[in-house]
């Protein structure tokens, strides 16, 4: 493919187009793919159809500042990002491990971005073009616009405009903002006069023309004093939305202080119909095409975005912070449009792989009163109970699944993104038709949904709703699944170490996996990233909501034990397991009947009560042989009902996943085919949303 249909990202491209500059140069840690699931898509696109000349750096070499002059200096500024995700992140797992690959880089090579990207990326530019205006944007930057903290060096960290350099930052999705800040500088206006855009940060000497503010607790106070923290990110998070959010002022000194402004409103539908009609090439760059593309296109290159924001509000996701709680949707013209151009595209096989957002089966506000009055500030839409003004309703969502149905190229569009399931149970009128439609139509083995725990106690910190609405969706999940004559399964995310979770409510998740007979084979460990309520509850151990404190495991080992509880059954975990329940008081559970999750270590076989449980077989239900304990087990029918369910594609001792997504031939722990189970009455093949 030619590179013309690109933007330029070379001197060579940029003459080829009769340039003599540009006029923003977009700096990104990311590789160039001109896809509207990547941010540096929709922005460059966008400015240029605004009449602006945009040219693309993609990873330059941080170490050298020429790297950063491929166009000169550019006629109007930079514009900075980290990419599609933080770049700490990106690089380091939770147990801040350096990752091997890189999904956003040509061939999925690592080591192509620096740590903080922004801030490195910031100073490159600063070491040659000291006066060239430099606005940051993304979700590294959004995340980190005013105080926060920072869980690799374990430190608070200053607003990410000042230790980059910069002199804006564009927060949350930018395409209002950066558009009139590009006309703003266009008019010329100097970049320090650029101070009235919502959705933006920028730095004042003076509060002498900063009117409307609400006072934030001092960099010296949240540095300091984790209660002050708390409650300065209890008040962003109050003053997130874009009709009742204030200005909000940041002190570092007396003569510095970090201004953030309210944020943009939300795109209409019309608005949001016209960013994704934009001229997007739909690819990685050529240059990328020896080394492999870039992986990460792979997952979104056949899915459709239908809609942005969520009102879900889960403690541990900053998408709040980042997208807001109002939720704007495309139309179903647009959508239809891009899928029919889909079809057309090399490599389309037939499958649309989702039709989503945050979250898939958000088609609308949570309630009208959102869009003329904005979200409630202290109250949320659906947990620990749905709202009573809560507008739960799957009919425009069905329609649009059925005409994406209908398109002839289109053999199956599958719902991956997830699902809220409170959410449909909430939807009395289109509920169970959307489950239906669901199970036979757009789910292939598994559905994935995320209760993350089962304990109501984190529950409730992790603004989720209680675990009974978790066991009556995969209940109506499994009615609809068998009246389609399906073997269909609910997978759930499973989250350990969250804030709020001891040994104790460890314990009680890694009952419910063994009254399952589920199996995780990887489990998430709550990961603290900026932005979010429960990385704010793991710095102070305060829930900035109600200042209470909350319980929160720190150090390694105790993840580890938390982790080892999910995952009892392997072998590898049983010293782990042993002392976890040592010191959650649960030896009960140590022993070889069908309850335990570990055997005894050999000097507790000789002791008091050690052999009270064999009458129960050897083994059976312990971890070791086997996901069930005796060979041919299945998983033991538990709280949520239901039969062994799959991790990847295998029941746990017998059925047999469906085939497509993840099928295959169910197989025992060894590796041996299993028996298939005979069903039992009232079981729940399905896993929750």
């Given at each position: 493919m030619s590179n013309q249909r690109f933007l330029p990202t070379t001197r060579d491209e940029m003459a080829a187009r009769g340039w003599d500059s540009v006029d923003f140069a977009y700096v990104s840690g990311d590789a160039y793919v001109d896809h509207s699931s990547f941010g540096m898509a929709i922005i460059t696109r966008l400015l240029e159809a605004k009449g602006f000349r945009v040219g693309v750096i993609a990873q330059p070499d941080w170490n050298d500042p020429a790297s950063v002059c491929a166009f000169g200096e550019p006629r109007l500024g930079f514009l900075?990002?980290?990419?599609?995700?933080?770049?700490?992140?990106?690089?380091?797992?939770?147990?801040?491990?350096?990752?091997?690959?890189?999904?956003?880089?040509?061939?999925?090579?690592?080591?192509?971005?620096?740590?903080?990207?922004?801030?490195?990326?910031?100073?490159?530019?600063?070491?040659?073009?000291?006066?060239?205006?430099?606005?940051?944007?993304?979700?590294?930057?959004?995340?980190?616009?005013?105080?926060?903290?920072?869980?690799?060096?374990?430190?608070?960290?200053?607003?990410?405009?000042?230790?980059?350099?910069?002199?804006?930052?564009?927060?949350g999705m930018g395409e209002h903002s950066i558009v009139q800040i590009a006309e703003a500088l266009d008019a010329g206006l100097a970049i320090e006069d650029v101070t009235f855009v919502d959705g933006t940060v920028y730095r004042a000497k003076s509060l002498e023309h900063v009117y409307d503010f609400e006072l934030l607790p001092s960099w010296d106070d949240v540095r300091t004093r984790?209660?002050?923290?708390?409650?300065?990110f209890a008040v962003q998070y109050a003053n997130a939305d874009p009709f009742t959010g204030k200005r909000l002022v940041e002190p570092y000194s007396d003569h510095e202080f970090v201004v953030q402004n309210p944020p943009s409103e939300p795109l209409s539908q019309e608005e949001m119909d016209a960013v994704y009609a934009l001229s997007y090439v739909g690819r990685a760059h050529p240059s990328y095409d020896a080394a492999g593309g870039v992986p990460a296109l792979a997952e979104v290159q056949f899915s459709l975005t239908s809609n942005r924001g969520c009102f879900g509000e889960c403690a541990f996701c900053a998408l709040t912070f980042h997208q807001g709680r109002i939720v704007q949707t495309r139309s179903h013209e647009s959508l239809l449009a891009e899928a029919r151009d889909l079809v057309e595209r090399p490599g389309f096989k037939g499958?649309?792989?989702?039709?989503?957002?945050?979250?898939?089966?958000?088609?609308?506000?949570?309630?009208?009163?959102?869009?003329?009055?904005?979200?409630?500030?202290?109250?949320?839409?659906?947990?620990p109970e749905p709202?009573?003004?809560?507008?739960?309703?799957?009919?425009?969502?069905?329609?649009?699944?059925?005409?994406?149905?209908?398109?002839?190229?289109?053999?199956?569009?599958f719902v991956r993104s997830g699902i809220r399931f409170d959410y449909v149970l909430a939807d009395r009128e289109h509920g169970d038709e959307f489950l239906r439609e669901l199970a036979e139509h757009h789910v292939?083995?598994?559905?994935?949904?995320?209760?993350?725990?089962?304990?109501?106690?984190?529950?409730?910190?992790?603004?989720?709703?209680?675990?009974?609405?978790?066991?009556?969706?995969?209940?109506?999940?499994?009615?609809?699944?068998?009246?389609?004559?399906?073997?269909?399964?609910?997978?759930?995310?499973?989250?350990?170490?969250?804030?709020?979770?001891?040994?104790?409510?460890?314990?009680?998740?890694?009952?419910?996996?063994?009254?399952?007979?589920?199996?995780?084979?990887?489990?998430?460990?709550?990961?603290?990233?900026?932005?979010?309520?429960a990385t704010v509850m793991y710095c102070t151990g305060l829930d900035p909501r109600t200042m209470e404190r909350v319980y929160v495991a720190k150090s390694p080992h105790e993840k580890a034990l938390q982790r080892a509880l999910i995952q009892y059954r392997d072998p590898k975990n049983a010293d782990l397991v042993r002392e976890a329940l040592r010191r959650a008081g649960r030896r009960d559970l140590i022993g070889f009947g069908p309850k335990?999750?570990?055997?005894?270590?050999?000097?507790?076989?000789?002791?008091?009560?050690?052999?009270?449980?064999?009458?129960a077989g050897k083994g059976r239900g312990a971890a070791g042989k086997g996901s069930g304990g005796a060979k041919g087990r299945t998983g033991v029918k538990g709280p949520g009902g239901g039969k062994a369910r799959p991790e990847k594609g295998r029941p746990e001792k017998g059925r047999p996943a469906a085939k497509g997504q993840g099928g295959g031939k169910a197989r025992t722990e060894k590796g041996r085919p299993a028996a298939k189970p005979k069903p039992k009455a009232g079981g729940s093949r399905g896993r929750r949303a």
């Amino acid at each position: 493919m030619s590179n013309q249909r690109f933007l330029p990202t070379t001197r060579d491209e940029m003459a080829a187009r009769g340039w003599d500059s540009v006029d923003f140069a977009y700096v990104s840690g990311d590789a160039y793919v001109d896809h509207s699931s990547f941010g540096m898509a929709i922005i460059t696109r966008l400015l240029e159809a605004k009449g602006f000349r945009v040219g693309v750096i993609a990873q330059p070499d941080w170490n050298d500042p020429a790297s950063v002059c491929a166009f000169g200096e550019p006629r109007l500024g930079f514009l900075v990002s980290a990419g599609n995700m933080d770049s700490m992140v990106n690089h380091y797992t939770v147990a801040k491990k350096r990752r091997r690959a890189d999904a956003y880089s040509p061939g999925g090579a690592a080591g192509l971005r620096p740590n903080h990207a922004c801030v490195v990326y910031g100073n490159l530019i600063r070491k040659t073009y000291k006066k060239t205006p430099v606005i940051l944007g993304g979700i590294e930057a959004s995340l980190r616009r005013l105080a926060h903290y920072d869980y690799w060096s374990d430190k608070m960290k200053r607003s990410i405009l000042l230790d980059s350099g910069a002199d804006l930052v564009s927060y949350g999705m930018g395409e209002h903002s950066i558009v009139q800040i590009a006309e703003a500088l266009d008019a010329g206006l100097a970049i320090e006069d650029v101070t009235f855009v919502d959705g933006t940060v920028y730095r004042a000497k003076s509060l002498e023309h900063v009117y409307d503010f609400e006072l934030l607790p001092s960099w010296d106070d949240v540095r300091t004093r984790p209660k002050d923290y708390a409650r300065s990110f209890a008040v962003q998070y109050a003053n997130a939305d874009p009709f009742t959010g204030k200005r909000l002022v940041e002190p570092y000194s007396d003569h510095e202080f970090v201004v953030q402004n309210p944020p943009s409103e939300p795109l209409s539908q019309e608005e949001m119909d016209a960013v994704y009609a934009l001229s997007y090439v739909g690819r990685a760059h050529p240059s990328y095409d020896a080394a492999g593309g870039v992986p990460a296109l792979a997952e979104v290159q056949f899915s459709l975005t239908s809609n942005r924001g969520c009102f879900g509000e889960c403690a541990f996701c900053a998408l709040t912070f980042h997208q807001g709680r109002i939720v704007q949707t495309r139309s179903h013209e647009s959508l239809l449009a891009e899928a029919r151009d889909l079809v057309e595209r090399p490599g389309f096989k037939g499958y649309i792989h989702d039709v989503g957002g945050p979250t898939a089966n958000f088609r609308g506000p949570a309630c009208a009163k959102q869009l003329r009055h904005g979200a409630c500030a202290n109250k949320r839409c659906l947990a620990p109970e749905p709202c009573a003004r809560l507008e739960a309703d799957h009919a425009d969502y069905l329609a649009l699944l059925r005409q994406l149905r209908e398109i002839p190229q289109v053999k199956k569009v599958f719902v991956r993104s997830g699902i809220r399931f409170d959410y449909v149970l909430a939807d009395r009128e289109h509920g169970d038709e959307f489950l239906r439609e669901l199970a036979e139509h757009h789910v292939s083995g598994q559905l994935r949904v995320a209760p993350e725990h089962v304990s109501d106690a984190v529950l409730r910190v992790m603004g989720k709703p209680p675990r009974q609405v978790y066991d009556r969706f995969v209940e109506r999940f499994q009615q609809a699944t068998d009246a389609a004559g399906k073997e269909q399964y609910v997978v759930p995310y499973l989250m350990s170490s969250h804030p709020g979770s001891g040994l104790a409510e460890a314990v009680e998740l890694a009952e419910y996996c063994r009254d399952l007979g589920f199996n995780p084979e990887q489990v998430q460990d709550f990961y603290p990233t900026p932005g979010s309520l429960a990385t704010v509850m793991y710095c102070t151990g305060l829930d900035p909501r109600t200042m209470e404190r909350v319980y929160v495991a720190k150090s390694p080992h105790e993840k580890a034990l938390q982790r080892a509880l999910i995952q009892y059954r392997d072998p590898k975990n049983a010293d782990l397991v042993r002392e976890a329940l040592r010191r959650a008081g649960r030896r009960d559970l140590i022993g070889f009947g069908p309850k335990c999750l570990a055997r005894p270590e050999r000097a507790e076989k000789k002791g008091p009560g050690a052999g009270k449980d064999r009458s129960a077989g050897k083994g059976r239900g312990a971890a070791g042989k086997g996901s069930g304990g005796a060979k041919g087990r299945t998983g033991v029918k538990g709280p949520g009902g239901g039969k062994a369910r799959p991790e990847k594609g295998r029941p746990e001792k017998g059925r047999p996943a469906a085939k497509g997504q993840g099928g295959g031939k169910a197989r025992t722990e060894k590796g041996r085919p299993a028996a298939k189970p005979k069903p039992k009455a009232g079981g729940s093949r399905g896993r929750r949303a």
